[in-house]
């Protein structure tokens, strides 16, 4: 597909149990973005990387949560010892280019968590 | 986190009304963006905003960038059933790659 994929579409999982997000950008796209979108809000910023390099992480919102891109292209988010709270949509975006406005962000259909 | 107001949350209307929204924030943006989302997809760009003061259009939506860069508005002319979805929008902050979002527009459209 041409999009930015995300898997799983659906996650339900258990509190305590950690679980991996998977997104896989639009191909060539140089950056790429977490995003968390709860029930009624917008999205809320998590992490960027530019290339593998992970550039702000200060959205993320405790040292339960940690991402990855090693090779520059499908990264990775996981949040280990999930809780109740947690339980939201996980958006990603990517970008051709590095340092943009903004507006070539292109968004995947997101991860949706429930933790239970 | 740092969020933009958006206003209304909600917005009920007839097929073929006007619809205006806006944003306000307490802090300055040098890009502003406006994006609707589908049910089970993920936000699509309408409109972006670069310039104080800036008016731009894309087909029947208006959108502009506010004077003292703390804002912005978005206007739906001639509503149709597509219209429907939830609106955000969003800032870039200068020097970073990241994007803050409003709270989002939910537009109902009553044929």
């Known amino acids: 597909g041409a999009g930015v994929s995300q898997s799983p579409r659906y996650k339900v999982t258990k509190r305590g149990q950690d679980v991996a997000l998977r997104c896989d950008p639009i191909s060539g796209h140089v950056s790429l973005y977490w995003y968390r979108q709860a029930l009624g809000q917008g999205p809320e910023f998590l992490t960027y990387?530019?290339?593998?390099?992970?550039?702000?992480k200060s959205g993320l919102p405790n040292d339960r949560f940690s991402a990855e891109r090693p090779e520059g292209s499908i990264s990775t988010l996981t949040i280990q010892r999930t809780e109740q709270r947690d339980s939201a949509m996980y958006r990603c975006?990517?970008?051709?280019?590095?340092?943009?406005?903004?507006?070539?962000?292109?968004f995947g259909p997101g991860t949706r968590l429930l933790v239970l | 986190g740092q969020q933009l107001n958006q206003s209304p949350q909600s917005m009920f209307i007839q097929e073929g009304e006007d619809v205006s929204m806006n944003c306000t924030s307490s802090?300055?943006?040098?890009?502003w963006l406006w994006y609707k989302q589908d049910p089970g997809e993920g936000p699509v760009l309408l409109i972006a905003?670069?310039?104080?003061?800036e008016l731009t259009s894309n087909g029947r939506l208006t959108a502009q960038f506010g004077i003292t860069r703390k804002d912005s508005f978005l206007n739906i002319s001639a509503s149709i059933p597509s219209d429907v979805g939830i609106y955000f929008c969003a800032g870039l902050i200068q020097g970073a790659q990241k994007l803050v979002f409003g709270q989002g527009t939910r537009l109902t459209i009553n044929p």
């Open positions: 990387f530019n290339y593998e390099a992970q550039q702000d």
């Open positions: 802090s300055i943006f040098n890009t």
């Open positions: 905003l670069y310039k104080a003061g």
């Open positions: 975006a990517s970008s051709f280019e590095v340092g943009g406005r903004g507006e070539t962000q292109y």
